[in-house]
């Protein structure tokens, strides 16, 4: 069983690191580079306190306002409103259609200056707090990485901005992942590292890039047991802590389907 920990939280360290060592196991952590070598919280980040400190249909409301805002005043390469909501506003297992719809347009929909300028206005307004404080408090330093390094943990790649890797153009790609590799140098083995998608996308381009400089294997975010003897050692799935207790007991049935699938 291989145990994944995504983003770089703080929690990493304060929980899971004591927990693993108490029971002899251990972590493989993916850390975005810019989580400890910047003082500024992950977009993503933004996106989940503003969700979870924002009634959902104000946060939506504010959302198109800022959007018509910042369309008016010249921003070219968004489609209207409109459009923009029947694209994204479609729920999926874990999230209502409109939660959809802040996340992809604040996450990828939109030109990258205006998504993190609206994402500042609108954690500003619901968490209150400065966002280089937030971020001492939410992600690992330096140090508390090579702690884990240095009890045994794995640590990988996870970009370095936290991208949607697979919408960008191969220069933004491969301008990242440079970056996330010089970031996590003390800690990888650059000639046999392991690379995790942010939000699991990815193309063709990004697989050849980490396949030519070193990477041994990807984890994607498709929800499924992981087979190493079937499919592309990049394209490896996984299952989400909510398809375990105490949210769930979805695992079971896809450890079955599993099963069924390596009989053949």
Known sequence: ????????????????????????????????????????LLDVNKIHFILASAPEGELKDDLLHLLSQY????????????????????????DSGDV???KRVLQTAIPEGIRSEIASILFKKYVGMPESDFSRELYMNRDQIRCLKGNGMFIGLHGYDHYWLGNLSREEMERDMERALEAMDEF??????????????YSGDVIRYI????????????VGVADLGAGSRYQ????????????SEKYLGMLCRGREGGKG
Not at 188 to 201: A, E, R, S
Request: glycine content about 12%; aromatic content about 16%.
């Open 236 to 247: 490896v799935p996984r299952l989400d802590c909510n398809d375990f207790p105490p949210k």
């Open 1 to 40: 069983m291989l145990l994944t920990f995504d983003d770089g939280y703080i929690d990493n360290f304060t929980v899971a690191l004591p927990l693993l060592r108490k029971h002899g196991m251990q972590g493989s952590f993916f850390i975005p580079g810019k989580t400890f070598m910047e003082k500024t």
């Open 211 to 222: 396949a030519g400089h070193g990477c041994r294997m990807g984890l994607t975010t498709e």
């Open 71 to 94: 369309r008016g005043d010249g921003w070219p390469g968004f489609a209207p409103n409109e459009e923009l909501y029947e694209r994204y506003a479609v729920p999926n297992r874990f």
């Open 188 to 201: 990888i083995d650059t000639d046999g590292w392991v690379m995790n998608y942010p939000y699991g996308n």
């Open 100 to 102: 959809v719809f802040v």
